[in-house]
């Protein structure tokens, strides 16, 4: 049996002859009140004030016919609780009440990002309903509204992709725990506004798809409303190369893998394409699924002891001229097994073997040889699928993972990134979005003259740099921190630039190395830079000063009042005539510890010079 | 450029300076032109902006749904349902985004199936209209429909409704089937039963477990019992009333308890109150139907009244005086801003001889007592009549219009007997 060669990487030029193409789908959370009521926008994960139970009804099918799978779903009674606060959680969260009408905020934010993506804004924006199966919202819809197509960008090295879409829409409820008979979700997530930006799939490189959502990135941040920190950004990728499908990956935890994510999957589908022609070509089938449970009667390996110790049982489905690949890597560390039992579980099981793994946890190859020899295979030219679990899931198991095998296709379908870049099967691609429209909240005009767009974060940080010379890292710090400098070089002329930064970055950098205490320099910096423009304290005071306003004690500013120049002389005169051969720097240590920083470092070193004999 | 001749339900395809749309033509509103996108979603667009179209597609006749029949088990008992309107039976259309009623046995199951679990499901159409719109010739409708089909054995009905006067029918059905064995529940749901969120399964679902399982005689109404999907109370159907806008639970019964409570993940009934003895023998008798030509006033009072606001009930048939506190109302000339106060109890005067007056309270809970302070005592005095009703406004009303139908001559006299336990209280167990 030949073992088709597949790819462990793709270079540049392959990615280009296979025909890669990528899109993304960015969805920003802002900031301030939801999108349909006015409770706020902060997720919580504290402990609820209250509980709501509900029961989700399967909606009856576009021809009214009594649908079995629906029936069968609702049979199984599994509800949802969601946790809610007094304090943050009103009606419309609930279901109880109808929406309120739309937060004027986010839809001026979704209207400065439509202009900045020159996109053109929809006349009139009619929100809809947008059915969502799973619980993750207490109505069974998202709320969801087109406010503009057709828009460009262009990123800062020249990648110019189409900006097919922007959405102003709820977030979901964020999911808490899954039990056996519901699902624990927590309201403080539902309704936070989020703008969905949905580019063309215009991408032909990995990188390129990093550099456009970077970009994307930037101008999310450069609104004044958006939220920022893990989770409140989300990237979703489209992928799909010339002979393949697209596929959709969620969960992209950073940036930083989402070129991993595009080129894992353009070789996870070349890959699958090589298997699924070495199979046409075997002639491979997948046969009927049969109960081994006796081969394992003594089982060595746990899993299976465990399972038959509850009187579940062990299934088998052979795969006829299978032998050999699905211990193939169709992307690093996954084989085209993992593929086959990602759709067994879905169905409830931990996971499935294959021969190809076998013998291996715990399973012999007397076992292994016995099964084969149960189904009427042969090992090498064969393999066979196995799973061990409670009769209904694992025939269920079973079923779903045997029907994956025996389609030699990719499909369309929606994956979940995992952490090193590859990804897991999580449902089949939705058909087009069951929508309509929500008569609860009136159609909205938007005001397409009067949008007032903020300069992007780019040029802030550009400008910044420039008019402080400030390294670009810097001007980005201080932006991402909200450190003014501006304003505060404007309120504060006496004080130099250069020593507001060092205010706010070296000075508790300082404090956290010499005496480990974390000072929030925000606190304390008009005070100090006040007093400092008011020549009532001396910079090199401000160490000293901030430490004590950090532990919380009262400062006396009388102890810290700069001394004349005339004074420091006398200091200075002092310490020379106490030892009057000692070294320039011995001297200054010794002056400035008379002075206890009552006076600038620099006056004292040039007085100091001025003072020794030469 | 003609949008207006556009045919609806087309696919078309709209260009507008920059960007260029292709969906399906829906009914216009207002000024924009509104167009399913590929996509699903809808957009508004204004003519001024487009600068052309052209349709891809013609309408595509709808082909009617299949049907597929229902096989129901028909040793269970069995509940008829009739539909008089509201969100409770709808369905989506998601190619148009409409949301179109279901009627149909078959139909009701489709969206309902666990109704076929509890019971055979019988179904017919009364009608198809808001409950705001209710005059007493509907409540007269559905009266009759459910004693035609008594005669021919049925006994146990749900009827759907819209929720905002879901009361009054719930109440007028009890008064006017007072002398017909059926057992009646009035059913609506606050969330439309095209999301998934729907309360309207739930309360379907309980009120045809409760009436499947229970000889219940009399009307009642089945909603939720609190903002979970946990169980539903069935009230009575008298003295019950909405008591918020929104809330699944907006329905409380008022001056007693609810009569049971229905579990909805157990389907397990537990009764609160001794349930009307069914006789199964009983025949139906007849209907006291409402008369359609009635007219009743109510006056609610507040600060601030004119003598006018009395001006236009002279030619009515009744009264109801929605009173403050025990049942007052301004008629106390106290100092000069007050003198029309004495205009007001004359023109009460007046109407309490030429027709029935009768007193409710704004409170809505407690009993009218108008002994204790003097305006109470006054307008007994006038002719208001009512002292030591237990009845919500809303009862008040219906059952004012109800002795007037059928009781003319005693309606002083009857308005404080006790019918169909309008004036039963239990004032221990508020619910509230």
Known sequence: MAIPALKQDLSVAELKRIGLLSGLEIHQQLEGQKLFCHCPTAVRDDNPDFLVKRYFRALAGESGVVDAAAL????????????????????????????GPVNQEALTAALQVAKIFDMEIIDQVRFMRKTV?????????????????????????????????????????KKVETKDDHEVYNLSRLGIPL????????????????????????????????????GTIRQDVNVSIKKGVRVEIKGAQDLRMVSTLVKYEALRQHNLLMIFDALEARRASVGKVVDVTDVFKHAEAKVIRGALEKQDVVLAVPLHSFGGLTGLETQPGRRYGAELSDHAKVMGVKGLF?????????????????????????DEKDNFLLIAAPEAVARRAIAAAAERAQDFSLRKEVRMALPDGTTSYLRPMPGAAR??????????????????????????????AKKFSLDTDMAKRLLKDGVDLDALTKKYTKVKPAFIVDLFYSVPALLKKKHNVEVDMSLYADELLARIDADEISKDAVPGIALLLASGKTVDYEKYKPISEKEIKEVIKEVIRKDPKAPVGALMGAAMKELGGKADGKLVMKLLQELTPK | MNIVSLPINAQIRISTKKAS????????????????????????????????????????????????????????????????????????DYETGGVVAQFSPDELIGLFPELQELAFIESELVGN????????????????????????????????SGTDFLHYLATALSFILSDVPVGVLVVGAQRSSDRGSSDAGMNLACATQFLATQDFRGVGVCMHASIEDDACVILPGVNVRKMHSSRRDAFKPINKGPLAKVSYSGKQVTLLEDLAQANDNALPRSLSLLDEQLRIGMVWAKPQMFPEEFGCYDEFDGLVLVMSGLGHFPITAFDDHCKLHGVIHERIRHLAVKMPVVAAVQTIYGRVDMDVYSPGRALQEAGVIGNGSVMSPETAYIKLAWLLSNHEQDVKKSFLQDFVGEMNSDESNLYW
């Open chain 1, 72 to 99: 069968a779903e609702m049979k199984k009674r599994k509800y949802n609780v969601y946790q809610g606060y007094e304090d943050t959680t009103c009606l419309v969260e609930l279901d109880e009440e109808p929406p």
């Open chain 1, 133 to 173: 199966v799973d619980g993750s919202n207490t109505s069974g819809f998202q709320r969801t509204g087109l406010i503009a197509v057709n828009g460009s960008l262009e990123t800062p090295s020249g990648l110019w992709v189409h900006v097919d879409s922007l959405c102003l829409e709820e977030d979901a409820c």
């Open chain 1, 195 to 230: 703008l969905e930006v949905a580019t063309g799939p215009d991408m032909k490189t990995p990188e390129a798809v990093a550099e456009v959502a970077e970009h994307i990135g930037m101008v999310m941040r450069s609104l004044p409303n958006v939220k920022r920190g893990l």
């Open chain 1, 354 to 378: 294959h021969a190809d793994e076998l013998p291996k946890h715990g399973i012999s190859q007397a076992e292994k040889d016995a099964v084969f020899k149960q189904l009427g295979l042969q």
């Open chain 1, 435 to 464: 929508m309509y429209p929500e008569t609860d909240v009136k159609p909205v005009l938007p005001d397409k003259e009067n949008i007032v767009v903020p300069a992007l974060l780019s040029e802030r940080v550009a400008g910044l």
């Open chain 2, 21 to 92: 749309y292709e969906g399906l033509l829906l009914p216009k509103e207002g000024d924009e032109i509104v167009l399913k996108l590929k996509s699903g979603y809808n957009i508004g667009l204004l003519p001024k902006h487009i600068t052309n179209a052209k349709v891809l597609e013609k309408p595509k006749k709808k082909e009617p749904a299949e049907k597929h029949a229902v096989h129901q088990n028909e040793s269970l008992p069995k509940v008829m349902i009739l539909h008089t309107g509201g969100t409770i039976a709808s369905k989506v």
């Open chain 2, 129 to 160: 209209m808001q409950s705001d719109d209710f005059r007493f010739a509907h409540f007269n409708i559905v009266a009759k429909k459910i004693f035609a089909q008594a005669k021919k054995g049925a006994n146990k009905f749900i009827v759907t």
